[in-house]
């Protein structure tokens, strides 16, 4: 075994500039044995130019499916064997193995050196791993990313690190309980703390974590070792965090700059639906003041479709989401993810529009996968754009700029938050309405 090529396809024929580095397969170089050559080609980025390698491995996510199965595909008729790995082939292993000689169910890098010594030999057995499975919350994840596979790479300038694995709650759109198990990993504080040192200072560090708020002395323990490492970083995690204003001071001392959360809905009908009542819609402006107060910007995103919205409902939250100044925020038709209980709740309901829409050459990206019931599915299209449009409109990231004293308070944080906002604009156009799978071109 000379050389891998690890693969991250991008879903349609387009270039991304919002496009962050694809951390499994820093975890996986970094657990790769010695020797070995370990090349990564990212489509969102770069075009796919099947060169030569013993061995492809391709990390595939619902959207990216179809077109991961064709570059697949396409290596395994020139006889280089292909492992996949990721959110879909963990929730979908029969369907992909269809298009590979090995599918890896849950944490890759766990099983990788076995993989690669199989495949050295010609034995590549046809599945590999298993989800967590415990319920328990464990401190025990041990990860080593090697960054290296990404230097020279035209990315989003973050360093992305990852403090842990699932989390405590159980949203029904989310899939995080089918890919993770039900169980908290969390990796040693110091281990992370090491990680930090050794990436660039002048870049912002974004915890991928789904929800970073999995545990509150934990995350006192992250926080308070991150105080003496002066970095600027974000993250994603749950509002619940906001009513905890000690939490929050040591957020800001710890150099936070930026927060992804998901306000989701303002009907609280849809948030009991989602199994996230405890998002409490009431709440919002609060939620929104406390972070601000700090300095904390906040990046907020809204899903449309559940059974309690109307056409009405895109007016509201993008009135609230230009009201609180929100930062960035995503206005996004509901999508029913394989693996989730909205998506089993849906298909019993009959209610799907492409059963496998990932796979259905009549889906487009943007288009609704399923009948709402107070709209049409056009109706939550075309919501979604405008509620975009009326956000990312020039007028309205000037004013947000403008009336936010806090961007000017903290260096940096008005840079972010113009680049995030064209940025974002940009992509909105570039990705709607793209067929999955269509080749991506250079
Ligand atoms: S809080 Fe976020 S990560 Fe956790 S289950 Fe809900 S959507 Fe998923």
Not at 21 to 27: C, E, N, S, V
Request: with cysteine; aromatic share 10%.
């Amino acid at each position: 075994m000379r050389k891998i090529l690890f693969i991250r396809p991008n879903f349609a024929d387009f270039r991304s500039r919002d496009a962050m580095t694809p951390l499994a397969f820093a975890f996986l170089s970094a657990v790769t044995p010695e020797g070995v050559e370990t090349v990564l080609v990212d489509e969102r980025i770069e075009p796919v130019t099947h060169e030569d390698a013993d061995l492809v491995a391709l990390s595939v996510e619902t959207f990216t499916a179809r077109r991961a199965y064709e570059i697949a595909d396409e290596y395994r008729r020139r006889g280089v064997p292909v492992v996949m790995g990721g959110h879909h082939p963990t929730l979908r292993p029969q369907e992909a193995a269809r298009h590979c000689d090995a599918v890896v169910v849950g944490d890759g890098e766990r099983v990788w050196p076995q993989v690669v010594r199989n495949a050295a030999r010609g034995g590549l057995k046809p599945l590999y791993g298993a989800s967590g499975g415990g319920r328990g919350r464990r401190e025990d994840l041990r990860l080593k990313a090697d960054h290296s596979i990404f230097r020279g790479k035209k990315y989003a300038p973050l360093s992305l690190v990852q403090a842990g694995r699932g989390c405590r709650f159980v949203c029904d759109f989310c899939s995080i309980h089918a890919f993770y198990g039900h169980d908290l990993r969390l990796r040693p504080v110091e281990d992370i703390v090491e990680e930090l040192r050794t990436l660039p200072r002048n870049r912002l560090v974004f915890f991928v974590d789904d929800n970073l708020f999995s545990h509150r002395d934990y995350l006192v323990r992250l926080l308070r070792a991150l105080v003496p490492l002066r970095l600027k970083w974000c993250c994603q995690i749950s509002l619940d965090v906001s009513r905890d204003e000690a939490l929050l001071d040591l957020m800001r001392e710890a150099g936070c700059m930026l927060v992804l959360i998901g306000f989701e809905s303002l009907e609280r009908r849809n948030l009991v639906q989602m199994r996230k009542k405890w998002n409490g819609s009431g709440e919002y402006g609060a939620v929104v003041r406390r972070f601000h107060e700090r300095g904390i910007m906040i990046y907020g995103t809204f899903v449309f479709g559940y059974d309690a919205d109307t056409p009405e409902s895109f007016d509201r939250a993008v009135e609230f989401a230009l009201e609180a100044n929100l930062c960035i925020a995503n206005f996004n038709p509901l999508t029913p993810t394989p693996g989730t209980a909205l998506y089993e709740r849906l298909r019993k309901q009959n209610r799907l529009l492409y059963e496998k829409w990932w796979l259905d050459p009549s889906y487009r990206y943007g288009k609704a996968i399923f009948r709402p019931r107070g709209m049409t599915p056009e109706e939550l299209e075309e919501g979604c754009m405008r509620a975009r449009e009326i956000f990312y409109s020039h007028s309205s990231i000037f004013r947000r700029a403008l009336r936010q004293p806090q961007i000017w308070r903290r260096p940096g944080n008005l840079k972010t938050m113009l680049l995030g906002n064209f940025i974002s604009r940009h992509e909105i156009r570039n990705k709607q309405h793209k067929l999955l799978g269509e080749k991506a071109s250079g």
